[in-house]
């Protein structure tokens, strides 16, 4: 039977340790006889490379994660990396660093090696060692990526937790207002027109807000400071008599929004938003 029908059972001839295909070297540490391509001996497990392995996919983990400082280049051993740290505040490496990881990942092993690694393929560890890296690489961005997602969260709750709270306050100082706009309602059936008739002295809270009474005399208003009542919103309290005939009190009116009002200062409609 000739080569070229020689049974498909028979088992393939191996392209490794002849010199007719890939040649044949001595190891640097034990002298023994191992193929070219090899990256670490098979006798004694020492390295034959001349530089550390560079692995593709870790080379493009970088690239996505850090490439606008150039660490992919660093880590491939090309001194001009530091043109992206140089750069990285005019978001160009950025762009830039984004396509290469994707090129890095699409490139073929084969061309890669002979690019990058001296035309000798990964061995065993060099591979567990990339994947380990790939690894470190990707929970480092999943981290970031988790804090950046629950300062977007937390922040903007925290800004209105701090708002309400203010809001809490500058009602709660107003208790006095409203007991001696009651009192003076009770004697005079009509309700004040300036403070000075309730015997208030000033209009500015402790809190820093300021409450007013209008033109009519029924309505109080809440001025609020930047971080009482964001940027000097308003929140209202209109004098009105409830079905006993006394004095009751209506809040919300006024522009500031309605999350940051308590919840008796809320609109029945404020609920369907």
Same mark, same amino acid.
């Given at each position: 039977?000739?080569?070229s029908e020689q049974s498909p059972?028979?088992?393939?001839?191996?392209?490794?340790?002849?010199?007719?295909?890939? !040649? #044949?070297?001595?190891?640097?540490?034990?002298?023994?006889?191992?193929?070219?391509? &090899?990256? *670490?001996?098979?006798?004694?497990?020492?390295?034959?490379?001349?530089?550390?392995?560079?692995?593709?996919?870790?080379?493009?983990?970088? &690239? #996505?994660?850090?490439?606008?400082?150039?660490?992919?280049?660093?880590?491939?051993?090309?001194? +001009? !990396?530091?043109?992206?740290?140089?750069?990285? +505040?005019?978001? %160009?490496?950025?762009?830039?660093?984004? *396509?290469? &990881?994707?090129?890095?990942?699409?490139?073929?092993?084969?061309?890669?090696?002979?690019?990058?690694?001296?035309?000798?393929?990964?061995?065993?560890?060099?591979?567990?060692?990339?994947?380990?890296? *790939?690894?470190?690489?990707? #929970?480092?961005?999943?981290?970031?990526?988790?804090? !950046?997602?629950?300062?977007?969260?937390?922040?903007?709750?925290?800004?209105?937790?701090?708002?309400?709270?203010?809001?809490?306050?500058?009602?709660?100082?107003?208790?006095?207002?409203?007991?001696?706009?009651?009192?003076?309602?009770?004697?005079?059936?009509?309700?004040?027109?300036?403070?000075?008739?309730?015997?208030?002295?000033?209009?500015?809270?402790?809190?820093?807000?300021?409450?007013?009474?209008?033109?009519?005399?029924?309505? %109080?208003?809440?001025?609020?400071?930047? #971080? &009482?009542?964001?940027?000097?919103?308003?929140?209202?309290?209109?004098?009105?008599?409830? @079905?006993?005939?006394? %004095?009751?009190? @209506?809040?919300t009116g006024g522009s500031l929004?309605?999350?940051?009002?308590?919840?008796?200062?809320?609109?029945?409609?404020?609920?369907?938003?």
């Amino acid at each position: 039977m000739t080569t070229s029908e020689q049974s498909p059972y028979a088992a393939p001839n191996s392209p490794i340790g002849t010199d007719s295909t890939q !040649g #044949m070297t001595k190891c640097i540490a034990c002298s023994k006889e191992i193929p070219k391509i &090899a990256g *670490v001996c098979m006798s004694c497990g020492v390295s034959q490379r001349a530089r550390q392995y560079r692995n593709k996919n870790v080379a493009g983990a970088l &690239a #996505m994660v850090f490439g606008a400082f150039g660490v992919h280049r660093f880590y491939m051993g090309q001194w +001009w !990396g530091v043109l992206y740290l140089l750069t990285f +505040w005019t978001l %160009i490496p950025s762009i830039v660093s984004f *396509v290469e &990881a994707i090129v890095f990942w699409c490139s073929d092993l084969k061309k890669w090696d002979d690019k990058y690694n001296e035309s000798k393929p990964a061995g065993v560890t060099e591979k567990s060692g990339g994947a380990l890296v *790939v690894l470190i690489v990707v #929970m480092i961005f999943g981290g970031i990526a988790v804090i !950046g997602i629950l300062a977007a969260i937390a922040l903007p709750a925290y800004h209105d937790y701090t708002i309400r709270a203010k809001v809490n306050q500058a009602i709660l100082e107003t208790r006095v207002h409203q007991t001696a706009i009651v009192d003076y309602y009770n004697r005079n059936e009509q309700l004040p027109s300036s403070w000075g008739e309730i015997d208030i002295d000033g209009e500015e809270l402790d809190s820093g807000n300021i409450a007013e009474l209008s033109d009519s005399g029924y309505v %109080i208003s809440y001025v609020g400071s930047e #971080m &009482a009542l964001a940027q000097s919103k308003t929140i209202e309290f209109q004098a009105y008599l409830d @079905d006993n005939e006394q %004095i009751a009190w @209506d809040c919300t009116g006024g522009s500031l929004s309605a999350r940051h009002r308590p919840s008796m200062c809320r609109d029945q409609s404020d609920y369907d938003y």
